[in-house]
């Protein structure tokens, strides 16, 4: 995989084609497969988006986040997530040593601070729920309601480009694990303990309308400047992306709609290549809106048939319209 591997940081130059096209987003999420902390250019682009109105998110590991309070705490940023590897012993040992307690103790001084400024900053934890950590849920719940956080969300691993990535991946494609499914029941009723806020995700796959990644509402730019549906599609590799499944690797081709060292923003997403892709996603979500606008009529054996029937033509125009081609075996797709 490292040999694949382009890694690299947005270049302002970059970043200076898309800043006049801003106010075309309603928000900007920065987020990167390192951290965003990192970037020397992050507090300056942030307040730049912000002043093209966005709302600014940041998905950070949390150990620079002391270093980053002051800016931070501008009223520039509206949604801060600080991941979890696990409880304290598997962060430290997935995270190259990262302390949770200390990455907690920093994330409870930012939300402290934040709200004696009156600021509506949401700051919240996001735990990657994989097999070696699934019994840790509990206890990082217990520890962001204590360190003041707003919320606990829960993700799955939906990015599997090598063996061990599926193997690791707390469901088996179509349900979660049993020790998932209970872990989730002790860390909702410990939330409730210590009054978080905790969100799950679904406990069973099944094919989505269009992904949380929804290409009609979102683009991903890569810090190559490339811009495309989604991360998946674009991971910063040479040639093909693999993806693990059920049924061994595939190899995907990325969807890229365009350079934005050649090109604006507007351009790209006006263009063939994202119309191309977002097409089946207009056409399921338009499918599904008719299938909800015939519901409007009052119950009896007569408009059962017409359910029926308006259930049919649902599913025909569903199948019709898959989702593309790149997205097969995404676990997105299933909701995961
Ligand atoms: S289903 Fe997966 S590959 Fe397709 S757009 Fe959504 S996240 Fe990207």
């Not at 390192?34 to 150990?63: F, Q, Y």
């Not at 699934?134 to 217990?142: I, N, Q, R, Y």
Request: hydrophobic fraction near 40%.
């Amino acid at each position: 995989m490292d040999r694949y591997w382009r890694g690299g940081d947005l270049k302002d130059d970059i970043w200076k084609v898309i800043e006049p096209d801003l106010h075309l987003a309603e928000h900007v999420h920065l987020q990167g497969w390192g951290e965003p902390l990192l970037h020397p250019m992050l507090p300056i682009w942030v307040a730049k988006a912000r002043e093209k109105g966005c709302t600014i998110g940041i998905t950070t590991n949390g150990d620079l986040l002391d270093a980053a309070t002051d800016w931070l705490l501008e009223g520039n940023v509206d949604l801060i997530t600080v991941s979890a590897a696990g409880a304290p012993k598997n962060h430290e040992t997935l995270r190259g040593g990262s302390k949770l307690e200390q990455v907690l103790a920093s994330t409870g001084n930012l939300a402290a601070l934040s709200r004696e400024k009156g600021l509506r900053m949401k700051i919240q934890m996001s735990f990657l729920l994989t097999r070696s950590n699934t019994a840790d849920l509990p206890k990082a719940v217990e520890l962001a309601a204590r360190s003041g956080l707003d919320e606990v969300f829960v993700t799955h691993l939906d990015c599997m480009p090598t063996k061990p990535h599926y193997e690791q991946a707390a469901y088996n494609d179509d349900t979660i694990i049993p020790e998932g499914m209970a872990v989730l029941k002790v860390a909702e009723k410990t939330a409730r303990r210590f009054g978080i806020r905790f969100r799950y995700p679904n406990r069973e796959g099944e094919e989505v309308l269009a992904c949380a990644l929804n290409p009609l509402h979102f683009a991903f730019v890569s810090w190559d400047g490339k811009v495309g549906p989604c991360v998946n599609l674009l991971l910063p590799l040479n040639g093909r992306i693999p993806r693990w499944g059920k049924a061994g690797e595939t190899r995907i081709e990325p969807v890229v709609y365009g350079r934005l060292d050649q090109a604006p923003l507007p351009e790209l997403l006006a263009s063939g290549a994202r119309e191309q892709f977002i097409y089946p996603f207009r056409q399921r979500l338009a499918a599904e809106q008719r299938f909800l606008s015939s519901l409007d009529f009052e119950p009896g054996v007569r408009n059962l048939r017409e359910l029926e029937r308006a259930g049919a033509r649902r599913r025909e125009a569903l199948d019709a319209n898959p989702l593309p081609s790149p997205c097969a075996g995404c676990p997105k797709a299933l909701r995961w």
